[in-house]
C-alpha cells in the first residue's frame, strides 16, 4: 500500500478489452482496499510509463499483438522485481503451457492462469492472495523494526545501569 | 574414494527407473535408484541424501505427490524433487511447484535433454 493508502495494480496486457475486462472486474472487487488499476500494452510502454511501484502486477505472456519484438511476460516479470522485489506477479495468459507457467514460477510469479471461463473467479482469488501476501510482509517488517528497536533500549538501559553500578555502586 | 551422489526415481513402473538408470546413470555419474512409491524411499534418503528425486506424477496412481513433495523438502533442503509429468497442466505445475518441486517436466520428445540440462 502506498503512502497516500492506495493499493496499486498493474495491468499489462496487449488485448485492449481483456485489459478494460480485469480493470473493471479488479475495482469491483476490491474497492475496499483503495484500489488503484493501471493498465500497460505492453512491457517497452510499461517500462517507460509506468511512476509507481505496483503491488501487483498482472501480466500477460504473449504481448506481441503490435510489436514483433516486444518483451514477453516473464522478461516483464524481470523488470518488475528487479524494480520492486515485493511486488507480487500473476501471469494471465492464453497459453496452457506448463513450461511457461514453470518458468514464470522461477522468475517469481505468485501465480499463473489461463485465460478461460474461471479466470476471473482464480484472478480475484489470486489478488485477493498477493494482498494478504503484502500485508503480511509489511507486518513481517514492523515487528522485526519493533523488535531492533527493544534490542536497542535494552542494550542501553542495561548500559546504563551497569554503568551506574560502577560508578556510583549505593544507588541500588 | 569419490563421494557417491544419488537420484531417486518414483515411479510405478519397475522399468522406468531402469530406462533412467541407463540413459543418465552412466553419463553424469550418479547412480540412480528406483522406488514405487514415496514412502519406500524416504528411509534410503536418511543414508543416501540423494541429488536429485524424480517423481513420475502420472504413474503414481492414488497417490497424491504434494504430500510427498513437502515431505522431502522438508527432510532434506539440498535436494532438488523434479515432477515429471505426461500432461502439459498449468495449474498442475503451478500447484506442485507450490508444493516445493524445483521443476516440473512435461514428457514429450524434449525430455531427455530438458532432464539433463537439469541434472547438469
Not at chain 1, 472486474?25 to 510509463?49: C, L, P, R, T
Request: proline residues 2%; glycine residues 4%.
Amino acid at each position: 500500500m502506498n503512502s497516500n493508502g492506495t493499493t496499486n495494480i498493474h495491468i499489462i496486457d496487449d488485448d485492449r478489452m481483456l485489459i478494460q475486462a480485469i480493470k473493471n472486474e479488479i475495482e469491483k472487487n476490491f474497492s475496499d482496499v483503495n484500489v488503484q488499476v493501471s493498465v500497460f500494452e505492453n512491457g517497452e510502454v510499461y517500462a517507460v510509463a509506468a511512476k509507481d511501484k505496483p503491488d501487483v502486477a498482472i501480466i500477460d505472456f504473449h504481448l506481441d499483438s503490435k510489436y514483433k519484438d516486444a518483451m514477453n511476460g516473464v522478461k516483464v516479470i524481470d523488470f518488475i522485481k528487479k524494480r520492486s522485489a515485493d511486488t507480487e506477479v500473476v501471469m494471465v495468459t492464453g497459453e496452457e503451457n506448463a513450461e511457461i507457467a514453470v518458468r514464470a514460477m522461477h522468475h517469481g510469479a505468485h501465480d499463473y492462469i489461463v485465460k478461460n471461463d474461471n479466470m476471473f473467479r482464480k484472478l480475484n482469488m489470486a489478488v485477493y492472495q498477493c494482498l494478504k501476501l503484502r500485508d503480511l510482509k509489511e507486518e513481517l517488517k514492523m515487528q522485526k523494526k519493533i523488535s531492533y528497536i527493544s534490542a536497542v533500549i535494552l542494550t542501553l538501559l542495561i548500559g546504563t545501569i551497569t554503568t551506574i553500578s560502577l560508578v556510583a555502586p549505593h544507588t541500588f | 574414494m569419490k563421494h557417491r551422489q544419488f537420484i531417486f526415481v518414483i515411479d510405478e513402473d519397475p522399468l522406468f527407473p531402469v530406462w533412467f538408470g541407463s540413459v543418465f546413470g552412466d553419463k553424469t555419474g550418479y547412480s540412480v535408484l528406483g522406488y514405487s512409491r514415496p514412502e519406500e524411499a524416504y528411509e534410503e534418503m536418511k543414508t543416501c541424501n540423494p541429488r536429485f528425486v524424480f517423481l513420475n506424477h502420472n504413474s503414481l496412481k492414488g497417490i497424491n505427490v504434494q504430500p510427498a513433495i513437502l515431505k522431502i523438502k522438508a527432510l532434506f533442503k539440498e535436494t532438488r524433487v523434479i515432477v515429471m509429468s505426461d500432461e502439459n497442466n498449468a495449474e498442475t505445475a503451478v500447484d506442485l511447484m507450490r508444493s516445493g518441486a524445483d521443476d516440473f517436466v512435461q514428457k514429450d520428445e524434449a525430455t531427455i535433454s530438458k532432464m539433463f540440462q537439469l541434472i547438469y
